[in-house]
């Protein structure tokens, strides 16, 4: 089957990931604490409260954790002030 160049190569989600300047949407709990600027073991007790969200890998034998740098901007804004 010839490929049709409607579907992305794993070669070019790679390059964009490792693209200078470009972050990529998954990142470790390592890589989310050091973006978030607090320790690794933090941000895991928060995703395991539900204060951050995370996302669980499944078939590991211990729990492995990824997070979307979307969902670690948001838990971070402020939450609104409610007006009486």
Known sequence: ?????SHTSNENVTNARNAPGSRAPWMTAEEGAKYLGIDPRTLLSWARRGQVKGYKLSGTQRHVWRFLIEDLDA???PLPAVLN
Request: with cysteine; hydrophobic share 40%; charged share 10%.
């Open 1 to 5: 089957m010839k490929n049709c160049g």
């Open 75 to 77: 838990s971070m804004m």
